[in-house]
């Protein structure tokens, strides 16, 4: 990001949020199995019948008895069971993780050149469908683009606090290794 994006405060402000991303009292695979068989039923209605519900479904999953998937119970209930999923398909996963090698005689300049390149969104969203077992093949599968955008930001922070914390004083350096890892630590 550019200096000038950050005077002009064309920036992507986020507001902080405390809430676990996993925990909820919906169950999500049940869920998902309900708006199904409400699907079909809705599929089956003629225009008139659905006009009791305005025409919208949503009013029709209400009264049928489905969660809102969109609220944000219903969104760490969904987070919740790709997170199940996820590691039941990693553990039944034959192979494990492929390790990349590295130049042992310059580790770590071998390891930024590493994670410069993987800066970049695309990468980034390429990396995820790669690394992840239950996301779909589809272009829009896995990560959005605003998501790779926040992770390349967080990794180049990251990095560039380890830089500067290799350069910089003995007073600095332990507050800026602090910060780097917890830049690093988002995972892929």
């Known amino acids: 990001m550019k200096i000038e994006a950050i005077l002009d405060e064309a920036v992507d402000a986020q507001a902080g949020q405390?809430?676990?991303p996993?925990?909820?009292?919906?169950?999500?695979?049940?869920?998902?199995?309900?708006?199904?068989?409400?699907n079909a039923?809705?599929?089956?209605?003629?225009?008139?019948?659905?006009?009791k519900y305005s025409g919208r479904i949503e009013l029709f999953y209400q009264s049928f008895g489905v969660a809102?998937?969109?609220?944000?119970?219903?969104?760490?209930?969904?987070?919740?069971?790709?997170?199940?999923?996820?590691?039941?398909?990693?553990?039944?996963?034959?192979?494990?993780?492929?390790?990349?090698?590295?130049?042992e005689l310059h580790f770590s300049t071998s390891?930024?050149?590493?994670?410069?390149?993987?800066?970049?969104?695309?990468?980034?969203?390429?990396?995820?469908?790669?690394?992840k077992r239950?996301?779909?093949?589809?272009?829009?599968?896995?990560?959005?683009?605003?998501e790779a955008q926040r992770l390349k930001n967080s990794m180049r922070q990251g990095r560039e606090l380890y830089l500067s914390g290799r350069t910089g004083s003995l007073m600095?350096?332990?507050?800026?290794?602090f910060i780097h890892l917890l830049h690093m630590r988002t995972p892929l």
């Open 111 to 131: 390891l930024l050149e590493l994670l410069e390149n993987v800066e970049n969104i695309e990468h980034i969203r390429d990396l995820y469908k790669l690394r």
């Open 172 to 177: 600095v350096k332990p507050l800026n290794f």
């Open 22 to 38: 996993f925990e909820s009292s919906i169950e999500y695979a049940a869920e998902l199995e309900k708006r199904e068989v409400a």
């Open 18 to 20: 405390n809430n676990p």
């Open 134 to 146: 239950t996301v779909g093949s589809s272009k829009n599968a896995g990560v959005t683009s605003a």
């Open 41 to 51: 039923q809705w599929s089956t209605f003629t225009p008139e019948e659905q006009k």
């Open 68 to 103: 809102d998937l969109k609220s944000d119970d219903g969104l760490r209930a969904k987070n919740a069971y790709l997170l199940r999923n996820e590691i039941h398909s990693q553990i039944q996963h034959e192979s494990p993780l492929t390790l990349l090698s590295v130049e």
